[in-house]
């Protein structure tokens, strides 16, 4: 459990934010160091100001001032972030960098999973995985952040409303 990656935060001075993350990739380019720090990012939203000129779209920075690299902690990689011109420190208590949790990096978007369906809202479906096994049923609602889809199946002679993860159901091969 020791030797696993794990998002930091690492404080900067306002606006070195992207001199700070050319320098930790360059310093882990030059030192072979991929195996200790494998991913720096500044979370970037895109913003869209309505102007005079018509609409301006831009990105911003989510969180200035910092920056998250996905490392595994240790004496060398905590040496070479913390001596990058323009870092301040990790975020933590006291002198211990307390890594993020898998909901706070989900929550900040650092770790984009994309997830395909290959089918939409009014498909016949089958449910392949839990208690409803084999059970099929009309799509009702596709929820693709929240890994959801609601389906509507007949049981009893009723149609009712089951909420599945987005990998228990499959389009019914009606052919």
Do not use: C
Request: charged share 25%; glycine share 8%.
């Amino acid at each position: 459990m020791a030797d696993t990656a794990k998002w930091y935060v690492v404080h900067t001075y306002s606006g070195y934010e992207n001199t700070v993350k050319a320098t930790i990739e360059k310093t882990v380019e030059n030192r072979h160091l991929e195996n200790l720090i494998h991913e720096v990012s500044i979370p970037l939203e895109t913003v869209t100001e309505l102007t005079e000129k018509g609409p301006k779209t831009y990105e911003r920075k989510v969180f200035p001032g910092y920056v998250l690299v996905k490392m595994v902690m240790s004496d060398e990689s905590w040496y070479v972030i913390k001596n990058v011109r323009g870092v301040t420190g990790f975020v933590g208590s006291g002198t211990k960098p307390t890594p993020l949790t898998d909901e706070e990096v989900a929550q900040m978007g650092v770790e984009k999973h994309e997830v395909v369906v290959s089918y939409s809202v009014g498909d016949r479906v089958t449910i392949v995985d839990g208690t409803l096994s084999n059970f099929t049923g009309t799509v009702e609602s596709i929820d693709i952040p929240g890994n959801k889809v609601r389906v509507l199946v007949t049981m009893l002679g009723r149609e009712t409303p089951v909420e599945l993860d987005l990998e228990q159901v499959e389009l019914l091969d009606e052919t």
